[in-house]
């Protein structure tokens, strides 16, 4: 049985890095590598998120996509504090919401 730390570093990270990633490349002009830098995260893992082949859980929730795109652009123009800062919010807003319910019922 995963805990609910698991199931949050396993699934949702990589699903808010996702949208964060296609946000900053597509509405902010970043590239691939410049987005890697500022998320903290590798060159390839941006492709993934680009192509599909990671974060592959899809957010239908209006209001938190609409908070993801405030937070991409709060990070487009911040520095690594801020994508904690955004990341942990998105976080949160996503467990409030239910979202986690459906990938494991220990994350609450």
């Known amino acids: 049985m995963k805990t ?4 949050i570093v396993w699934h949702v990270l990589p699903v808010i ?3 964060f990633t296609k946000n900053l490349v597509t509405h902010h002009g970043f590239t691939q590598r410049k987005t890697a830098v500022r998320l903290g995260i ?3 893992t941006v492709s993934r998120y680009i192509s599909g082949k990671r974060g592959n859980i899809d957010i239908t929730n209006k209001m938190i996509i609409k908070e993801i795109t405030n937070s991409a652009s709060v990070i487009a123009k911040g520095n690594k504090k801020t994508v904690i800062q955004e990341t ?3 976080c949160s807003l996503l467990k409030s919401s239910g979202f ?4 494991s019922h220990a994350c609450k």
Do not use: V
Request: hydrophobic share 20%; charged share 40%; glycine share 6%.
């Open 88 to 90: 942990c919010r998105i």
């Open 100 to 103: 986690t319910e459906g990938i």
């Open 4 to 7: 609910p730390c698991e199931t």
């Open 17 to 19: 890095r996702k949208e």
């Open 42 to 44: 590798t060159d390839a």
